[in-house]
């Protein structure tokens, strides 16, 4: 059984950081594509960023471009969020989704694509 386990969530206020964590129970998580996601009340679920299974390719959606970072440890079947420069806009639950693929370069940004989803975790942003 696939599981996706958030953590990291929290309030901080703007200008601050935070950085998210998603551990995957993924027998060939070094094969999985991962992205982050996330959902404000009243909103649809969008693109935050997405990383290759070799990490070697990312890609970022321009809200967040040159303030969140993406990585990936495939030693600790673990993939991160940094978030820096935290707006309220934020603010919104993120969760973390897995999607195997044969690409060792390849990145998915839309929500389609994905197969494992987390739960989530809440992130809050106060101004």
């Known amino acids: 059984q696939v599981q996706l386990v958030e953590s990291g969530g929290g309030l901080v206020q703007a200008g601050g950081s935070l950085r998210l964590s998603c551990a995957a129970s993924l027998r060939t998580f070094r094969t999985y594509a991962m992205g982050w996601f996330r959902q404000a009340p009243g909103k649809e679920r969008e693109f935050v960023a997405a990383i290759s299974w070799s990490g070697r390719s990312t890609g970022y959606a321009d809200s967040v471009k040159g303030r969140f970072t993406i990585s990936k440890d495939n030693a600790k079947n673990t993939v991160y969020l940094q978030m820096n420069d935290l707006k309220p806009e934020d603010t919104a639950v993120y969760y973390c989704?897995?999607?195997?693929?044969?690409?060792?370069?390849?990145?998915?940004?839309?929500?389609?694509?994905?197969?494992?989803w987390g739960q989530g975790t809440q992130v809050t942003v106060s101004s």
């Open positions: 989704a897995a999607e195997q693929t044969i690409s060792p370069n390849r990145y998915y940004n839309t929500r389609d694509q994905y197969d494992y």
